[in-house]
């Protein structure tokens, strides 16, 4: 009682950092009264430059959460003398592909996949446990035209619109040191993960946005299957991302 009476006149009194600080205690209170983790504001990953950076440029664009964009910066970073091109399978307001351009330390190409017709049709592998499908054809569909408009001042990406895998071979002969699979099904999940594997260079990275959400299971389904009793190994991180590294 005597705790939430001081916060409110902090709240109202206070400097703007006293608050500042308040109002997040209470909310840190409430988010841990529902079983829910804050992230803590003492990381030092969100006050980066390149992820400030990025910050100010995606205002207004929808898209991934900040601390997946953050992820793929980091890991984009952790491989710049790895020789090869970008791709991207999911592109949406191109949101996530901004984090990674922002950030990226080398001079590569980005091949960027989408529909802007949404999501493909799901299938069977795309039932979770209950038996729910939790996505339908054309889900997340965008206006390729904001896309291009956000993504405008970038002069080394190209974009490949139409269905994935329609659209995979304009780049066969490419080889990559990066891949981020963004489709949220098992189809293209599986397909793309096929064919950019083949691609991918010895040292280069695979992310699957969509492998620990359970509104995803066929994307899980499609990267266990493919990577069972293969050498590589399936990192799988808090965010609902997975990471592989090519061996
Ligand atoms: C979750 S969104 C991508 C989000 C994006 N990475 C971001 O930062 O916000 C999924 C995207 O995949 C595209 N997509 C899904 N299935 C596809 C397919 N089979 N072929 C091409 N694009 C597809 C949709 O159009 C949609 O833009």
Request: glycine letters at 10%.
């Amino acid at each position: 009682m005597f705790r939430s009476i001081k916060e409110k006149l902090t709240i109202a009194f206070g400097s703007e950092q006293e608050k500042r600080q308040a109002r997040r205690g209470r909310v840190k209170r409430h988010v841990k009264r529902a079983g829910l983790h804050l992230y803590q504001d003492h990381m030092l990953w969100s006050s980066q430059p390149y992820y400030v950076k990025a910050k100010g440029r995606v205002k207004g664009v929808q898209g991934i959460p900040d601390p997946r964009c953050f992820v793929l910066q980091s890991c984009l970073r952790s491989i710049s003398e790895v020789q090869g091109d970008v791709a991207e399978c999911g592109v949406r307001q191109g949101r996530s592909t901004l984090f990674m351009l922002t950030a990226d330390l080398g001079k590569r190409h980005y091949h960027l996949f989408d529909s802007f017709e949404g999501l493909s049709k799901p299938s069977e592998e795309d039932r979770d446990g209950k038996g729910n499908v939790h996505w339908a054809a054309g889900d997340l569909g965008t206006d390729e035209a904001v896309a291009r408009k956000n993504l405008s001042g970038f002069d080394h990406i190209t974009f490949h619109v139409g269905w994935i895998p329609d659209t995979l071979p304009a780049v066969a002969d490419k080889k990559f040191a990066f891949v981020h699979i963004d489709v949220d099904l098992y189809e293209p999940t599986r397909d793309a993960l096929a064919f950019f594997y083949e691609r991918t260079v010895k040292g280069g990275m695979i992310v699957c946005d969509d492998y620990g959400s359970a509104k995803c299971p066929g994307a899980r389904k499609a990267f266990d299957e493919f990577f069972s009793g293969r050498k590589e190994t399936i990192i799988e991180l808090p965010t609902g991302q997975a990471l592989v590294s090519k061996r």
